[in-house]
C-alpha cells in the first residue's frame, strides 16, 4: 500500500529519542531548548516555541494576541478543522472566507470579500492565512489587507514547512514571520518533520514569544522579572524564594516533551532532503499527469522552489470523468494506493452550519468538489510516482 503521505525515521533518529530515554529528562530537559533553537534558526525567526501538536500552537496565537468573545476572526474555509476550531476555544467569531477555486487559498480579493460580509468589521482582530498544499498565500497582499483594516495575522503554516514567499521584495522562509504576529507548525507524521504529535509557534516578537511560552505551561512564570507580588517572591533579605512561582493567567500544559522534540531536532536536521525529494517527486508527477490533462491537473503551484509541498492534489473533473470521486478513490485502493481529500470546506460542518447557516463559498466549494491528494513523501520513489499515475491513467481509459 502506498499511503498518501508518511513519515520517514531513520535509525539516527531512533537514536535521538533513545538517548532522551537512557537520561534524566523525559520532559522539561535540554532537548527542547535544543528543539527550538534549531527551529528558529532553520526558519530564520527570532523565537521558537515548541508545543504539544499544530492545533496547540494555534490555540496558544490567539490566546496570545488576546482574542475572545466579541472578537471576530477570518479564516479560510478549506482547511483543517483545528484552524476555526481554536478561534471558538477563546469564544470569538469565525468570519469564514472564499478561496481560490484552483489552488484553494485565501487571496486578499477573497479576504476583502468575506470583510465585506462582516456586520462590523472594526471587530476583526485577526486573519489566519493557511498556506494549503505548502503553497504560501500572497502574504504581501494580504498583510496590506490587514494593515488597511489594522488587524493581525496569524500564519497556519502546518503545510509549509521549508516554503517560502516573498516580503517586501525579499525572499522570506515561512515562519520567519515578516508580514504576521506568528506562525504556527504541526510536526504530525504526515507534515514535513515528524515529532508523533508535536507543533511550534514562531514570532518575531520578544512578547509574544514570552506570552505563549508561558501559557504552554499553565500561564506560570519562574522569571524573577516577571513576579508582581514582590513580597511573597522573596525572603526578607530580598533573596528570590527558590520555590516561588506566579502565575498571571490560567494557560494549558501544551508542553512538548524531550522525547518528542529529540525527534523533532533530528527530523529537521533532514528538512533539505526531505522536501527536495518531495519537490522531484512534484516534478514528476507533473511530467506524467501531462498527458491526462484533459480531465485531470495539478493544483497550480506558482513556484516549485518556494513551494513547502506538503500534498500533491489534483483538480478532477469527476462529472466528465463520469465516475464520482468515491470510486475513484475505492479504485486506486484496491490498487494498492491511498488517497485523501483535503479538505471539506469547514463551513460545511454540521457545527459551523448550526452557528453560521446560509452561507454560500462557492470558491471553496468548487475546490472541494475537484481536489483528489495523490501520496506524497520523501520515501516514495520514482515508481511509486509511476505506479499512482498509470492507476490513475488506467481508471481514465476504463471509463473513456
Ligand atoms: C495538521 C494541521 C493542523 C493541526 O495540527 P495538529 O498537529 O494535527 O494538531 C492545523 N492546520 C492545518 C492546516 C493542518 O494541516
Not at 527558590?242 to 536536521?269: K, V
Not at 509541498?309 to 470523468?321: E, G, N, Q, S
Not at 460545511?348 to 495523490?374: I, K, N, V, W
Amino acid at each position: 500500500m502506498i499511503p498518501y503521505g508518511r513519515q520517514s525515521i531513520d535509525e539516527d533518529d531512533i537514536a535521538a529519542v533513545a538517548e532522551v530515554l537512557r537520561g534524566d529528562f523525559l520532559t522539561g530537559g535540554p532537548a527542547v531548548g535544543r528543539f527550538e533553537a534549531a527551529l528558529a534558526e532553520t526558519v530564520t525567526a527570532p523565537h521558537a516555541i515548541a508545543c504539544a501538536n499544530g492545533t496547540a500552537a494555534l490555540h496558544l496565537a490567539v490566546l496570545a494576541l488576546d482574542l475572545g468573545p466579541g472578537d471576530v476572526v477570518v479564516v479560510p474555509s478549506v482547511t483543517f478543522l483545528a484552524t476555526a476550531n481554536v478561534v471558538r476555544f477563546v469564544g470569538a467569531e469565525v468570519l469564514f472566507a472564499d478561496v481560490d477555486p484552483d489552488s484553494g487559498l485565501l487571496t486578499a480579493e477573497t479576504l476583502r470579500t468575506a470583510l465585506a460580509r462582516a456586520d462590523d468589521p472594526s471587530l476583526v482582530r485577526a486573519a489566519i492565512p493557511v498556506h494549503l498544499n505548502g503553497q504560501a498565500c500572497d502574504m504581501g497582499e494580504i498583510a496590506s489587507v490587514a494593515a488597511e483594516y489594522g488587524f493581525a495575522l496569524i500564519e497556519d503554516a502546518c503545510h509549509a514547512l521549508g516554503g517560502a514567499y516573498a516580503a517586501d521584495g525579499k525572499r522570506a522562509l515561512v515562519g520567519a514571520a515578516p508580514l504576521s504576529a506568528m506562525a504556527c507548525f504541526s510536526f504530525h507524521p504526515v507534515k514535513a518533520i515528524a515529532m508523533g504529535e508535536g507543533g511550534a509557534v514562531t514570532t518575531r516578537d520578544p512578547e509574544l514569544a514570552r506570552r505563549v511560552a508561558r501559557l504552554r505551561s499553565h500561564g506560570m512564570t519562574r522569571e524573577p522579572g516577571a513576579f508582581s507580588q514582590q513580597d511573597e517572591a522573596r525572603d526578607p533579605e530580598g533573596r528570590t524564594n527558590p520555590w516561588y512561582y506566579e502565575m498571571a493567567e490560567p494557560g494549558f500544559n501544551y508542553r512538548a516533551c524531550d522525547l518528542q522534540c529529540a525527534l523533532g531536532e533530528s527530523q529537521l536536521r533532514k528538512l533539505g532532503a526531505f522536501l527536495a525529494r518531495r519537490r522531484t517527486l512534484a516534478a514528476r508527477y507533473d511530467t506524467l499527469l501531462a498527458s491526462l490533462a484533459n480531465v485531470v491537473r495539478p493544483v497550480p503551484r506558482l513556484s516549485s522552489a518556494d513551494d513547502g509541498w506538503h500534498l500533491y492534489p489534483v483538480l478532477i473533473d469527476f462529472p466528465a470523468l463520469g465516475l464520482s470521486r468515491a470510486e475513484v478513490m475505492t479504485r486506486l485502493k484496491d490498487a494498492g494506493i491511498g488517497t485523501q481529500v483535503h479538505y471539506i470546506p469547514v463551513h460545511r460542518q454540521p457545527y459551523y452550519r448550526g452557528l453560521y447557516p446560509g452561507l454560500s463559498l462557492p470558491g471553496g466549494d468548487a475546490y472541494y468538489e475537484r481536489c483528489l491528494s495523490l501520496p506524497l513523501f520523501p520515501a516514495m520513489n520514482d515508481n511509486d510516482v509511476d505506479t499512482v499515475v498509470n492507476a490513475l491513467a488506467g481508471i481514465l481509459t476504463d471509463t473513456a
